[in-house]
């Protein structure tokens, strides 16, 4: 509390214990009553034009469907998922944090004839690099002053992007959306096991920690596909063909090929002997 | 204003009326220099422009002049300039400067005889008729009529036959067009014209089955009407992963037991008739007592559900 705190202090506090006359009483009492009313159900604490958001096509297509009237096919995959509350009108809002504020438009009028003309009244933006403690780098931002002033109150950019309220989702826009996969996916990789000489990178079913990415267990993949057919399998034609599969998929094709995987995952016996290691080290650092 | 725009807001445009054409075409003719060749006019609006046979009059063609500096004279057509809407006939040229860089092949000076653009306006068709006496008269036609149709060798294509109008058992027939030499490298007319297969008959297709896949792409995309792997995938966004949150409320759900229904005892079911009963009979008024009766008669969907359900799992136990 500071010198302004201490002073103001006592008199922002104070009370009157007795009321002098039957007026005062009653105009308290009825303050009371009446801020008691008002604590029914809460209205939103935000308010973002939801009425031009247009549905998205949640339907999971696969391999052999018949394409319906007016999909369009995709040239590249898509990186994120899709967001449902993209508005349509106000384009900036989806690149940049605004917390649900759009443009409002009002009426200027005139002092003399009343006459009015439309204008409009844009939210305050200003361009901010906010630190990301989970992706370790700071992201340069258009944010809005109100979600600036948000994001202090939650304790950092992760945590405003990580609440699960469906009002915040709602007002998340669509570059908060895609910044919440990242921060996410980060997580759920930031959580696999690590050492200092490797990183796993997927755990399977049947709990075989991988070391190595999709790529590399391709390249294995690829020597297998190869034997396996009569007429020679080029690179290219390869690639097209397995190129799009998870790498949960690529390892029960390995699997169906019965491929050893122990160059490829963690032994659970070294496991043990590098953590060993690592804290002696450790010991003999602090000694 | 914009300092990018003032030429144009300030030159002057004879499209937009701000100065008549015959004064831009005299002022035009002064400030270009004489190499420069002689001015062609007003340009005519793209959709006015019309061919030479839609004109009637085509290279090859004689013609009269009837105005201007030239009248009188009778020429063939070497050129039709659409743009101006005017002809360049023979020998009706100026002596105009040419810089060395624009001299044609053969050229030993730089004045050279440069054929005059006439306006259409200027000109009538005209044509030579010998009598049998071997005396030459012309036709000159003031309006031209086109009637049927026919397919000309020399033009490879087809075309009206010419009439002077209000005489038109007067026929001027289309001049020979230019023709053209051929290359060292050009194929020649008939072998470029051989037809090396025909159809027989209806019964056989009309050239053979592997040809096919060469006229049209089997593999285009835009015929598959069905999905492919690759294309299902990428059209399928990503799932947003399940907070913690999200994970623990589910694993609790997960943990509950299974809620199963089970059918009322005749306990339960005494009790709730006992307690109807007694509401219903302290009930007077006859049309309060109908309408009960009446609501007692509908049919809750979910009531039904829950009721099959209940049975499902006795048959199941």
Redesign the interface.
């Known amino acids: 509390m500071n010198v302004f705190g201490m002073m103001l202090g006592p008199s922002r506090y104070m009370v009157p214990r007795m009321a002098s006359s039957n007026i005062l009483s009653i105009t308290a009492s009825r303050s009371l009553s009446s801020s008691l009313v008002n604590q029914g159900p809460r209205s939103d604490k935000y308010w973002k034009l939801l009425k031009y958001v247009k549905p998205i096509d949640k339907t999971?297509?696969?391999?052999?469907?018949?394409?319906p009237k007016g999909?369009r096919?995709?040239?590249?995959?898509?990186?994120?998922?899709?967001y449902e509350y993209e508005p349509t009108f106000f384009k900036r809002q989806n690149r940049g944090l605004f917390g649900g504020l759009q443009r409002k438009r009002s009426k200027n009028c005139s002092t003399k004839g009343f006459n009015k003309t439309l204008r409009e009244h844009l939210p305050n933006i200003q361009r901010a690099k906010l630190w990301s403690e989970t992706l370790n780098k700071s992201l340069s931002l258009k944010v809005s002053t109100k979600v600036l002033k948000t994001i202090t109150k939650e304790g950092g950019l992760d945590s405003y992007l990580?609440k699960?309220k469906p009002a915040r989702i709602k007002t998340l826009g669509v570059l908060g959306w895609k910044l919440?996969?990242d921060v996410?996916?980060r997580q759920?990789k930031n959580q696999l096991p690590k050492t200092s000489n490797y990183q796993v990178q997927y755990i399977h079913k049947d709990g075989k920690q991988i070391k190595v990415g999709k790529y590399k267990l391709l390249d294995i993949l690829y020597d297998y596909v190869r034997r396996d057919s009569y007429y020679p399998i080029k690179i290219v034609d390869f690639k097209?063909a397995h190129y799009?599969l998870t790498i949960e998929e690529v390892v029960e094709k390995l699997e169906s090929y019965s491929y050893d995987f122990t160059p490829v995952i963690v032994n659970p016996r070294t496991q043990q002997g590098v953590e060993a290691n690592e804290a002696k080290d450790a010991r003999e650092l602090q000694a | 204003m914009s300092w990018t725009h003032h030429i144009s807001r300030f030159a002057v445009n004879p499209i937009k009326g701000k100065i008549s054409a015959t004064k831009y075409e005299a002022t035009m003719k002064r400030m270009s220099l004489p190499f420069q060749g002689p001015s062609e006019g007003l340009k005519v609006p793209p959709h006015e422009r019309r061919t030479q046979i839609e004109k009637g009059i085509v290279t090859g063609d004689l013609v009269y002049i009837n105005e201007g500096e030239h009248k009188g004279k009778v020429s063939s057509v070497i050129r039709y300039l659409e743009e101006s809407d005017s002809y360049m006939l023979n020998n009706v040229s100026e002596k105009t400067l040419i810089p060395k860089h624009m001299w044609g092949p053969g050229a030993t000076s730089h004045v050279f005889d440069y054929p005059i653009p006439i306006p259409a306006s200027h000109i009538k068709l005209a044509a030579k008729d010998k009598d049998d006496s071997g005396k030459i008269n012309y036709v000159v036609a003031d309006k031209i009529a086109f009637k049927e149709k026919y397919y000309d060798d020399r033009y490879h294509q087809w075309l009206p036959r010419r009439f002077v109008k209000f005489h038109e058992s007067i026929e001027i027939p289309w001049p020979e067009p230019n023709s053209l030499k051929d290359d060292q490298y050009c194929t020649i007319e008939p072998i470029a014209l051989e037809k090396s297969y025909e159809l027989q008959t209806i019964a056989k297709p009309p050239f053979p089955k592997e040809l096919l896949s060469e006229f049209r792409n089997p593999y285009s995309?835009h015929k598959?009407?069905?999905?492919?792997?690759?294309?299902?995938?990428?059209?399928?966004?990503?799932?947003?992963?399940l907070?913690m949150?999200?994970k623990i409320y589910l694993a609790k759900q997960a943990s509950k037991p299974k809620k199963v229904l089970e059918p009322l005892t005749e306990e339960m079911k005494e009790l709730i008739g006992s307690k109807m009963a007694e509401h219903i009979n302290k009930i007077d008024n006859p049309a309060l007592l109908g309408h009960l009766e009446h609501v007692s008669k509908t049919k809750v969907p979910d009531f039904e559900k829950t009721l099959k359900s209940i049975e499902e799992n006795q048959t199941s136990n």
């Open positions: 999971v297509y696969s391999a052999g469907e018949a394409i999909v096919l995709a040239k590249t995959k898509k990186m994120y998922p899709d990580l699960d919440r996969y996410m996916k759920e097209k799009h | 995309h598959k009407r069905v999905f492919t792997e690759v294309q299902a995938r990428r059209i399928n966004a990503p799932n947003m992963p907070s949150e999200q």
